[in-house]
Nanobody, 121 residues
Framework: QVQLVESGGGLVQPGGSLRLSCAAS????????MAWYRQAPGKQRELVAA???????NYADSVKGRFTISRDAAKITMYLQMNGLKPEDTALYYC???????????????WGQGTQVTVSS
């Protein structure tokens, strides 16, 4: 079974930094695009940043210049470096990925369970 597991969340003061990780595990043939989403209480889930298998990235306007998305060389672990954190960045951050498992040719979309990021003084 394929799993996405996030880590690295926590409580940080405004202006601080955190680095989130998302590790994919299980029987995986290939991973296409990966992305970070977040959902704050009472709000809809929103895209934070995305990265393709080729390394192309895109960011929500609200995080441009502060957050950096990346993948490791094996392309099964994704990171989100978050600098200059603001209280409005407080949310549950989810990992998302399009994954092809052996024996299939169509990527399926998977979600992690989320990791909480709280920015507060």
């Amino acid at each position: 079974q394929v799993q996405l597991v996030e880590s690295g969340g926590g409580l940080v003061q405004p202006g601080g930094s955190l680095r989130l990780s998302c590790a994919a595990s299980g029987t995986i043939f290939s991973i296409y695009a990966m992305a970070w989403y977040r959902q704050a209480p009472g709000k809809q889930r929103e895209l934070v940043a995305a990265i393709t298998s080729g390394g192309s990235t895109n960011y929500a306007d609200s995080v441009k210049g502060r957050f950096t998305i990346s993948r490791d060389a094996a392309k099964i672990t994704m990171y989100l470096q978050m600098n200059g954190l603001k209280p409005e960045d407080t949310a549950l951050y989810y990992c998302n990925a399009d994954i092809v498992v052996p024996g299939t040719y169509t990527p399926f979309n998977y979600w992690g369970q989320g990791t909480q990021v709280t920015v507060s003084s």
